[in-house]
């Protein structure tokens, strides 16, 4: 009967381990079915999260109802009807009607399930749109996971439940608190608190499932991307890594070369590639792009090394990969450079080429590659930038080993650089786009178009808020009028990546106190705030009329 729990009473270890399996499996295909739903079907485009709750959520409340009242599913008419029918046609109808209440808990969890996890969202913002393959084999690889957890609780809850006796009644109290329960996470998931008690477990710090997660993610290659800072990487989604590594591939593979270019600056227009210098120079990769904040601290280290050691045989090249459209235009890109000071070539790598052929997935990432062609040293995000400096100094020791050329000695310091050991950021990146918006909380996550928000009076941490009328696209949020956005964070500084068609002025208040305004117009990186401490504060963004386009918030 649909109102037996996973791990009933009153019913064989088959009997119920053929149930569990049932609403595992039915869980899973759900998850990959309802993904496709919304990536591939256009009938289902505009159906908001939030009905999907509302169905997903009614099941299991009817679930919870049942459970505390058995005798409510044997009184309804139509299911008296159905369960004659079933015994008829198959002799076992009791069974049919069972098996099928289990597909229906198992596929009304998928939605659920769907919106829940950072694992899922990388999967459906960044692999799918690139390889429907690859996306596809990486769903199914997450239900399969998804499920079998499902199917381990299930079967520890049966044993458990085998123990209590008479507690495992299926008319007694035991019964009867389960079926509360799942009444509650009905309502929970209806009236959306199940997102806000997610987000208050998740930033409490207590059960920090995202930096698990993404520490898996950051062990495949491909289609995966993420941006770093001193203390994580954020795809956005965050992973803990800044290490600094010989890279553990076996000496004697040559580095990849240079893929797919779709342009070249600072080389006079002229083609650059990795093998041109192979027996003559050192050469330092350095994956960027230009509205990163992680990218830009690391540059005053970059443009020194290449200032300081240049002569000595070091060629740097920049591979700008961009993260949002706007990366691709090439003026851009030569703008920024001017603007940031690089001297050494920047390949555009508008297509994801060359940052294939590395298998790489953050930005910024450094690979040094020696005088044979080899990778010898691979550094992702910020900071040690005295142990890649002194790697430098080595393999260029190594160059000239067979000449009297000294190379250059001591660490440099730019005085225009951020000391980022220092860095206690306790936000992560935010995106304002349907594309990457899981942390947007009082509007549809993940679905495109007009929106109209209204801001609460609670404001979580780490969770973002509009109010106004907004046009959500792909990559960014677009107010349609005097619009505002809330964003509680712990950080010392506020960058947001913006844009506007005409010039639009942003009314900062922080704590409630206004402190700046900040216009924008180009597609670049905006300092919103640069603060004295790395505390916890109210950030308040007003405008007043139509146009900006917010693609990002990242913290230092």
Known sequence: MVGSSIAGGGESATTNKKKALTIAISLGISIVLFTFILKVSTAFVSIPQQTWSIISGTIIIIFGLVTVFPKIWEKIPFVSKLSISSNKLLGAGYQKKSFWGDVIIGASLGPVFSTCSPTYFVILATVLPQSLLAGLVDLIAYAVGLSGMVLLVAFLGQKIVGKLGSLSDPNGIFKKVLGILFIILGLFIILGYDKVLETKILTSGVFDITTVEQKLLNLTAGLKTSTCDAATCTPEISLTSTSTKIINRPRGIPAPEITNPSGFINTNGEPITISQFKGKKIVLIDFWTYSCINCQRSLPYVNAWYDKYKDQGLEIIGIHTPEFAFEKVKEN????????????PVVMDSNY???GAFDNNSWPRKYLIDERGQIIYDHIGEGKYDNTELVIQNALKNLHAGDQMAIAKGIVAPTNAIDATNIKVGSPEIYFGSA???????????IGGIQNFQIPQTILKNSLYLGGTWNIQNEYAEGQGPSTVVFNYKAKNVYMVASADKPITLHIYIDN??????????????TLLEGADYGEHLLRIETDGAGLKAFTFTFG
């Open 333 to 344: 890109v030569e703008n920024a450079v001017r603007k940031l000071g690089i001297k050494y």
């Open 353 to 355: 080429g060359t940052w």
């Open 436 to 446: 990457r918006n899981e942390y947007l909380l009082n509007g549809n996550q993940g």
């Open 513 to 526: 106190v206004k402190m700046k305004d900040v216009v924008v117009l180009e597609n670049t990186l905006y």
